[in-house]
């Protein structure tokens, strides 16, 4: 699963973020964007936290489709995952947004993402040829590494988000 979201203001700068990581997949849009200390959150691959109607795209929480067996939306569709599959495009609104902060960054921090899979891995790329700084977080190289201003491999990304929230509300 990944993610870009809006990640305010962080020594003046207007920072976007690109995130892939296990503790984003599961958790819902509130509370990952509350985590993240902001409400704009653009899921572009989905989220495991909710289920929708593959007839009229209703969605429902997961719990609906874990609890009941052969659960079916109220107009009788079946319900999937609320994530993208490979060959699905991206949910529309999300993507915008993305590309607006994306646009609108200063700095751009990318945690956790091989940075392989279009078109979210062109998130970055935009805002580095826009100007912005770029931040790669990842245990493994990434094709963005020679261009990145800061590269931190060969670190759990909690222990490295630990930290910098420490530095930040000092």
Same mark, same amino acid.
């Given at each position: 699963m990944c993610g870009v979201y809006w990640g305010g203001y962080v020594n003046g700068k207007r920072t976007a973020r690109f995130s892939v990581t296990d503790w984003d997949v599961a958790r819902p849009r509130s509370n990952q964007a509350g985590k993240h200390g902001s409400q704009k959150v653009a899921q572009l691959h989905g989220t495991?936290? #909710?289920?929708?109607?593959?007839?009229?795209?209703? &969605? %429902?929480? #997961? #719990?609906? %489709? $874990? &609890? &009941?067996? /052969?659960a079916n939306c109220e107009c009788g569709g079946f319900l999937r995952p609320s994530v993208v599959l490979f060959g699905e495009g991206l949910p529309p609104f999300d993507y915008e947004r993305a590309e607006e902060w994306t646009e609108e960054a =200063? $700095?751009?921090?990318? $945690? /956790?993402s091989s940075l392989l899979v279009s078109p979210a891995n062109l998130?970055?790329?935009?805002?580095?040829?826009?100007?912005?700084? $770029?931040?790669?977080?990842?245990? =493994?190289?990434?094709?963005l590494d020679e261009r990145a201003d800061m590269l931190i491999q060969n670190e759990p990304i909690g222990s490295i988000l630990q930290r910098t929230e420490k530095y930040l509300n000092a």
């Open positions: 495991l936290a #909710s289920v929708r109607c593959l007839r009229c795209v209703r &969605e %429902y929480a #997961s #719990s609906r %489709y $874990l &609890e &009941e067996t /052969g =200063d $700095l751009f921090i990318v $945690l /956790g998130f970055p790329q935009r805002a580095k040829q826009r100007g912005a700084r $770029l931040v790669i977080v990842n245990r =493994d190289t990434t094709p």
